[in-house]
C-alpha cells in the first residue's frame, strides 16, 4: 500500500532510535515537522530539510501524523495530555502513533482520549535497538484500529521490515513485553556464557562463532556478544530504560496474576548495576555484573 498524497509527517524524540527512524522519513521525501527538549540533537535533520516545531503543541498543528519516541511512560503522558500535548491540541482525523516502550494500560487511555475528539491513536513499539533502527529492519508491533494500522502502515514500513498489527489498543505494547520478558533472562544467559567461556581458558571469540550457528542462536547473542570483547558498552538500548520496562512488564504481569521469576532476577541485576552508575550504558553491561 502507499499513500496517494504523502502527508506532512511529525516526528517527537530524537535520541538514540528516534534521530534514525525521523531520518529515514524524511529521506523518503515526506515533509517532517520535529521537536525534541534538546534542539541541538534535531540539527542534523534539520540541516536536511526537516522543520524545527518549538512544542509538540505546534507539531499537532502542523503534521497530520506524528510518531512518538520518548523515555518513559511519564513523558509520554505528558506528551499527549499535558498542556502541550499532541491530544489535547490534535486535529481531527489526525494520527498519533507512540513507539515508546510504555505501559499497555497508558496505550489504552490514550487510545480512548484520542477517539474523544476523532484521533486515531496507535501503539507501536519497536525492537531492533540503534542498528535496527540505523539500517530500517526495526520490528514494529503494532495496536489500535486496523484502519489506522492500515493508513499509517506505509510509513511504519520506511522504518521497519517486520510490521505486524497485534490487535486493539495496548496489543502492541504487550507484544513488546512479551519480547522484553524474552530478552531478559537471553543476555543473562549470553553473558553467563561469555564468563563461563572465558574462565574456561577458551578463546572467547571462537566459542561466539560456534555456538551462534547452533542451537544457543540469538539477536542478543550475534549483536551483543561482540561488543561485549571489544569492551564497548555505549547504549544500543539504555539500561535505565531496560529497567523501566522490566518494571511495567512485571506490574503487567502482577495483574494477570503470573509471576516472572527470570524476569524478576533480570530486574534486580540490572538495578545493582544502575546503581553503581551503569544506568546510561547499553544493555550489554550486565556483563560487568560478575566483573570479569
Keep these: 500500500m502507499t499513500l496517494v498524497e504523502k502527508p506532512t ?38 540541516q536536511k530539510g526537516a522543520k524545527w516545531a518549538d512544542s509538540s503543541k505546534e507539531l499537532a498543528e502542523k503534521a497530520s501524523v506524528i510518531f512518538t519516541i520518548v523515555g518513559f511512560p511519564q513523558d509520554v503522558e505528558e506528551v499527549y495530555l499535558g498542556e502541550n500535548g499532541l491530544i489535547t491540541n490534535g486535529r481531527k482525523h489526525s494520527y498519533l502513533v507512540d513507539m515508546t516502550t510504555s505501559s499497555p494500560t497508558l496505550a489504552r487511555k490514550l487510545y480512548e482520549e484520542g477517539k474523544k475528539k476523532g484521533i486515531s491513536v496507535l501503539d507501536a513499539p519497536v525492537s531492533g535497538g540503534d542498528i535496527g533502527a ?14 489506522a494500522f492500515d493508513y499509517v502502515c506505509p510509513l511504519f514500513e520506511i522504518m521497519g521490515k517486520n510490521i505486524t498489527y497485534l ?113 546510561n550504558s547499553g544493555t550489554q553491561a550486565l556483563y560487568k555484573y560478575w566483573e570479569v
Design 134 to 147: 540505523r539500517e530500517a529492519r526495526l520490528a514494529i508491533m503494532v495496536g489500535g484500529d486496523k484502519e
Design 9 to 46: 509527517v511529525g516526528f517527537v524524540g530524537l535520541g538514540v532510535m528516534g534521530k534514525s527512524m525521523a531520518g529515514h522519513i524524511l529521506a523518503a521525501g515526506y515533509p517532517l515537522f520535529v521537536y525534541t527538549r534538546t534542539k541541538s540533537k534535531a540539527e542534523p535533520l534539520l
Design 167 to 279: 490487535g486493539g489498543a495496548g496489543a502492541g505494547q504487550h507484544t513488546k513485553m512479551a519480547n522484553q520478558v524474552a530478552i531478559a533472562s537471553g543476555m543473562i544467559g549470553v553473558c553467563e556464557a561469555l564468563v563461563y567461556a572465558k574462565k574456561a581458558g577458551l578463546d572467547v571469540q571462537k566459542v561466539v562463532d560456534t555456538i551462534s550457528t547452533g542451537a544457543a542462536a540469538s539477536f542478543s547473542l550475534s549483536s551483543y556478544a561482540p561488543r561485549i570483547l571489544r569492551e564497548d558498552y555505549s547504549p544500543g538500548f539504555f539500561i535505565k530504560h531496560f529497567i523501566k520496562d522490566m518494571t511495567i512488564a512485571l506490574n503487567e504481569a502482577e495483574k494477570m496474576g503470573i509471576p516472572l521469576p527470570g524476569l524478576s532476577l533480570a530486574k534486580q541485576m540490572y538495578e545493582k548495576l544502575a546503581a553503581q552508575g551503569e544506568e
